[in-house]
């Protein structure tokens, strides 16, 4: 074999081996650039997931280790959460704000403003039959602005060209909305609905500003976060309270995961099928530049 052909199987070896060289490398830096985040995410997430689900163990005060100045108490603390009937309310006032946060989008005006008209209304804070609604309000109220912002900011990026030519068809402007704003719009409301479930979810610096830990149960409008801080540490029970934050993870974790599985995928499937159709096409092109450059090495040799 003369030195020129063995010179051009070697290069050929050398450009096989290009392709697992680069993915290796984007592997280590993938790895080394994700690392101080996974990091974070563990210490501050998963770690403490794994501690609360430990101290749930335990009817613990929250000082010392729990192995050694509480009682090992087993799944009581999560039986006893699951079968009281305050936790139970609790989660229903919590589904409650979550259906309604998605329905009502308006401001609330209370006592004080209708006073200034004249005008006695009800108890909006203590009626069990009315403060729901009052806290259904105030949520709307005062998350309605980021609503907005993530609706512009979806409208934006739909293209001006397609209104122009439904209007050029004659399309009329609910027929445009219909059409064109609502399916090119609804990634957006599928990322704001689950923004707003989870958030409910998770409600309480709203119901323990206006009602407070106590009041809010007697007023019906205690959550599940209330319902934690007031029977964990308002009770001294940090156990109990641990087991309880457990409990509202899993749901939480349970309604995410449902939802992203039925509503969300539909969107990674998209983003995801785009992404592999620009990888194949990309190794498409790096094969046939490959080809050539053999082909053109062989005729070199020949």
Known sequence: MSSTSKDAVTLRAKRSKKP???KMRRNVEIFVLSAPAILLFVCFVILPIVLGAYYGFYQWKGYGLPSKTGKFVGLQNYITA???PAFQAAILHTFEVVIGSLVIQAPLAINEILANFGI?????LADPKIAIWTLLLLISWKYVGFAVILMLAGMQSIPDELYEAAKVDGASFWQMQRSITLPLLAPTLRIWVFLSMIGSLQLFDLVYIVWGKYVSTTAGVSTMATYMVREGRGAGNYG???AVALIIFVISLIIALVYQKFVLNRDLD?????QKEAEKRARKRAKEVQHREVAALASEVK
Request: charged residues 25%; without cysteine; glycine residues 22%.
């Open 120 to 124: 006695n209304g009800p108890d909006w």
């Open 20 to 22: 697992s060289d680069g």
């Open 270 to 274: 998209g983003a995801v099928t785009e």
């Open 240 to 242: 109990y309270g641990s």
């Open 82 to 84: 699951i079968k009281d």
